[in-house]
C-alpha cells in the first residue's frame, strides 16, 4: 500500500537514492507546469551491505519544471510504495492531483482578473 507524504524531501529525509525515473510525466496549463516522476529507491551502500532481504521502493515526487534539481528541496514527496504497481498507480494519482491544482490555480486566477 502506498504512504502519501506531500511534504518536501528535506523535511521527510531519505528514504534511499533515487534512480532514474521509471515514470516520468509533465502536466501543464498557460500559467505553468509540474513534473511527476517515479523512481526506485536504492539503499546506500553501507546499508545495502548489511541487509539484502531489503524490499525495493519506489518514490513518486511532484516538482515545478523550472526547478533546478528535480529531486531537490522543490520536490514534494507523493507516495512511497514498496510495490511497482502501487507505484504505477500512485503516479496516476499524482498526474490527476497535478492536474487538478493546476486547473484550480489557473480557473482562480482567471476569475480574479476580469479581462
Do not use: K, N
Amino acid at each position: 500500500m502506498p504512504e502519501w507524504f506531500l511534504r518536501s524531501r528535506e523535511s521527510e529525509g531519505t528514504y534511499g537514492i533515487p534512480s532514474r525515473p521509471v515514470l516520468r510525466s509533465e502536466v501543464g496549463d498557460t500559467r505553468g507546469a509540474v513534473i511527476v516522476e517515479t523512481r526506485q529507491l536504492e539503499l546506500p551502500d553501507e546499508e545495502a551491505l548489511g541487509d539484502h532481504d531489503e524490499s525495493p521502493r519506489w518514490e513518486t515526487t511532484i516538482c515545478p519544471r523550472d526547478a533546478s534539481d528535480p529531486q531537490g528541496p522543490d520536490a514534494a514527496v507523493f507516495a512511497v510504495c514498496d510495490r511497482l504497481a502501487d507505484a504505477c498507480v500512485a503516479h496516476e494519482q499524482a498526474v490527476a492531483f497535478s492536474a487538478a491544482a493546476l486547473d484550480s490555480t489557473a480557473r482562480r486566477a482567471r476569475e480574479a482578473d476580469p479581462a
